[in-house]
């Protein structure tokens, strides 16, 4: 038995079309366009056709690696862009509500359609039309929703009733989707028909795109035609950072986690005095998302977009300012435990990830998001359609700024780490602010702890807002609760491993040839290895 590759997906059929498209013959990047198409049926409030995504590729042969940047920009050619039919709704996660837009003015060019067919024509090897069969399947014959299908039903509920259509299949009889419910749709599955057969233009300049438009342009949306004719994907070259031996790829800007997880390496590299004791390493990992946070705040993410943002954030020059401070106040004496505080609770990060690899080499990491969609579905295809229009975090100075045409910023970071044997792990993660933090974790725990994959996915991790620290309770014990708060930060628990702190989905190809695949438990992930 020889293995061929593997993948972690975040959903049972959307990993096994990854594990077919192996055993076709395909390579990772086949594994991980099937996996996308399914996960469009199988994860549709995730992602799909209506929302956007950005690809981190490895080529095996040459050891380069490229970003394919499909996520979505700003709509409005010809007529505006304005607030039209954009309607807040609160969304109740347990111990917080937090207020999101949602509707037809709600709605940014949806671009994944674009983005398949670019993929597919650069990197596969397989025709659309095989790499669609499990997805095609699924949508006709049925897929069963998982828990975490019924956990964002749930959250999302207000939103999903906004539409009867969207309510009809996401809320049936008033109730949120629940775990074990078979879901079918024939629109969905003709609609996959579609792009295999004829690719991204059905859905750019055809039926599929005036229905669209029809439901989300002008008078009800600021989408139109030109927006999606127009839409071009970018081929980008990755932000490269160097750790502990080895290299991580990520994503640049429109990607803002990608420069902040890069900037969380570098100083975590400068901070290493004590590194072999696991509480010192856990106080700094809380320093660098504090002083992650506060870049945040100083101008990056106004600026994320100006030239020489990023060469500026991860000059040497920023790198020893920051962790020169951050050593004073590691040093600084420790206070008594806080109090035993509430968890915010699982505030949303509708986004869901892929990660495959081949024997050769090629490794993909892919993720995407339809935010938390705008309550409505695209009528011709039954695809849930974004809302990244009305989501704060992607719109730090306003909504509805544009400029109409220009990117939107996101937090995915799907990233490619280099061992300096030669291995290499695609991961990634969905969970909005916690991205950056999650994958800054799992890295520093591979290279630093030294540890598996498996194991650096499992260990607990913590997420720092402002002066919160949220932190997953196994039995780390109340030294290390105490080590990681120090003297000003509120504790906030979470019982055991939560899907607030995301799922790093994860696979790789080890030096020696093994291949590994981890879903992370947390978003129900699933990891599997192809073999022949």
């Not at 398949?116 to 397989?126: D, G, N, P």
């Amino acid at each position: 038995m020889q293995p061929l590759g593997s993948a972690a997906t975040g959903h049972p059929e959307t990993t096994h079309a990854a594990i077919d498209a192996l055993k076709a013959g395909g390579n990772a990047m086949d594994a991980a366009l099937a996996a996308a198409l399914t996960a469009a049926v199988c994860e549709p409030l995730l992602m799909g056709f209506g929302g956007g995504g950005v690809f981190t590729v490895r080529d095996g042969r040459s050891g380069t690696v490229e970003v394919l940047d499909c996520f979505s920009v700003f709509p409005g050619h010809g007529h505006g862009l304005e607030a039209r039919n954009f309607t807040q709704l609160a969304v109740n996660y347990g111990p917080t509500t937090q207020f999101f837009h949602a509707g037809a003015g709600s709605v940014a060019v949806p671009s994944i359609a674009a983005g398949f067919e670019a993929f597919h024509q650069r990197w596969c090897t397989l025709p659309r039309e095989r790499l669609a069969e499990h997805a095609i399947t699924c949508a006709r014959k049925g897929w069963t929703a998982t828990k975490a299908t019924e956990v964002v039903s749930t959250m999302l509920a207000p939103i999903l009733r906004l539409g009867s259509c969207s309510a009809a299949v996401f809320a049936p009889d008033g109730m949120p989707l629940a775990e074990g419910a078979t879901v079918r749709s024939e629109k969905v599955a003709s609609a996959l028909e579609d792009f295999a057969r004829e690719g991204a233009a059905p859905f750019t300049c055809g039926h599929h795109a005036r229905s669209l438009v029809e439901t989300f342009g002008p008078p009800h949306g600021s989408l139109g035609l030109h927006d999606l004719e127009h839409y071009e994907v970018r081929f980008l070259e990755p932000l490269e950072v160097a750790y502990r031996g080895a290299r991580l790829y990520l994503p640049p800007p429109p990607c803002a986690g990608g420069a902040l997880v890069a900037f969380g390496l570098l100083l975590l590299d400068r901070l290493d005095e004590q590194s072999n004791d696991p509480h010192w390493r856990s106080r700094c990992l809380a320093a660098v998302m504090s002083a992650t946070e506060r870049v945040r705040h100083e101008g990056f993410d106004r600026d994320l977009f100006e030239p020489g943002t990023i060469e500026r954030l991860l000059a040497p020059t920023t790198i020893d300012r920051y962790a020169d401070e951050l050593r004073t106040a590691l040093r600084q004496q420790l206070a008594e435990l806080p109090p035993k505080g509430a968890p915010l609770g699982p505030v949303p990060g509708n986004t869901t990830h892929i990660s495959t690899v081949d024997k050769d080499g090629n490794a993909v990491a892919f993720t995407s998001s339809n935010g938390e969609t705008c309550g409505l579905l695209w009528p011709s295809t039954g695809f849930p359609v974004n809302n990244f229009l009305g989501e704060d975090d992607i719109h730090p100075l306003g909504f509805h700024q544009g400029p109409v045409g220009s990117p939107l910023r996101t937090m995915m970071t799907p990233a490619l780490l280099v061992g300096p044997g030669g291995g290499v792990i695609a991961l990634g993660t969905g969970g909005s602010n916690r991205i950056r933090t999650a994958m800054l974790q799992v890295v520093s725990y591979l290279m630093d702890g030294a540890m598996s994959l498996e194991q650096a996915i499992l260990q607990p991790r913590i997420h720092v807002e402002e002066q919160t620290i949220q932190v997953e309770v196994l039995d780390q014990g109340p030294d290390y609760l105490q080590a990681i708060c120090g003297a000003n930060r509120k504790l906030a628990r979470f019982e055991g491993r939560h899907l607030y702190f995301g799922g790093v989905h994860s696979a790789g190809l080890k030096a020696d040839g093994r291949i590994e695949a981890v879903g992370d438990p947390r978003r129900v992930g699933v990891g599997k290895t192809a073999v022949s």
